[in-house]
């Protein structure tokens, strides 16, 4: 079983729509999270970062981490065409450790908007 | 665009062959870190150097190795490549070991 667990979808939304992408993981040691937005044929490009439980938000984004249920989430309000991408989630442990700054990545989810 | 560059973009070549992988990370950045991305195993972490030094390691394979210059740009060494090693490599940098770190363009690799 993979330590990150992420829908590969794809996930096809009318544009306007609202997305939501969810990843599950097992280490409870992870105390980041990320998301990250990959066009195709590009590097993945840091959307949102948040430390341990809690919500953040970035104009149209919106990062959720339950780390009782281990389970990370990644809103998208009024989903635009642009917003075609693979999504993937990534962890780390906390600060001090070995493993810090090692990220453990989802398989990543294709998200397509269309018109 | 990152600040991260990676050169060259695509690269070709036969098993058996050794090839390397340079990137600069973005202006400040001390710390490098090397991906692999592939269809079946995602992305996945390889070695992290810090100010020249080596400070984690995920499954890079033996064949595998990296290096980070005083000038901080780093680069990734592939020997007897197989037709496994076919992928996408990724470099990423941060300023220290964090969690926020900021990927390259990548270089993709086909091994024939």
């Known amino acids: 079983q993979k330590e990150v667990e992420q829908d590969p979808g794809p996930l096809s939304v009318p544009e306007g729509a609202i997305v939501s992408l969810n990843c599950t993981y097992s280490n409870s040691a992870f105390q980041y999270f990320m998301w990250y937005r990959q066009y195709s044929r590009k590097g993945p490009e840091l959307l949102m970062y948040?430390?341990?439980?809690g919500n953040k938000e970035d104009g149209r984004f919106t990062a959720q981490v339950d780390k009782s249920s281990k389970y990370i989430s990644l809103f998208i309000r009024d989903s635009q065409p642009s917003d075609s991408a693979t999504y993937l989630c990534a962890m780390c442990p906390g600060a001090g450790g070995t493993s810090y700054g090692k990220l453990t990545f989802g398989q990543g989810t294709i998200l397509t908007v269309h018109p | 665009d990152s600040g991260v560059t990676q050169t060259p973009k695509h690269l070709i070549t036969a098993t058996g062959q050794r090839v390397t992988l340079r990137c600069s990370p973005r202006?400040?950045?001390?710390?490098v870190y090397w991906y692999q991305q592939s269809l079946d195993q995602g992305l996945q972490f390889l070695i992290q150097y810090y100010n020249g030094e080596e400070r984690a390691k995920g499954n890079i394979l033996e064949r595998f190795s990296a290096q980070q210059f005083p000038d901080l740009h780093s680069e990734l060494n592939l020997s007897s490549l197989e037709l496994g090693d076919s992928a996408l490599y990724f470099c990423a940098s941060s300023v220290d070991s964090q969690e926020t770190q900021y990927f390259g363009p990548g270089t993709r690799l086909l091994v024939l």
């Open positions: 948040t430390y341990s439980s």
């Open positions: 202006s400040g950045d001390l710390s």
